[in-house]
């Protein structure tokens, strides 16, 4: 499951302070190990896309809220 925005920041936070480039997290998708740093990167702009996913949704013409 996703985590929400909030439990994302707290990873975000809590890995202050480790070596991010040693500690290594198995992917949840493939069968891949990634660094801490890569996986946080990764988090990071997965989160991005989705952002922007989301705003070109609302600016459809017809999209509530969105554009005219």
Do not use: K, N
């Not at 991005?48 to 509530?64: K, N, S, Y």
């Amino acid at each position: 499951t996703a985590l929400p925005v909030r439990s994302g920041l707290d990873l975000v936070l809590s890995a202050d302070g480790l070596d991010l480039r040693a500690i290594r997290v198995r992917s949840s998708f493939l069968p891949v190990w990634f660094s801490l740093g890569a996986y946080l990167d990764a988090l990071g702009q997965h989160a991005l896309r989705h952002t922007a996913q989301a705003e070109r949704v609302r600016q459809q013409p017809g999209f509530p809220g969105g554009a005219a």
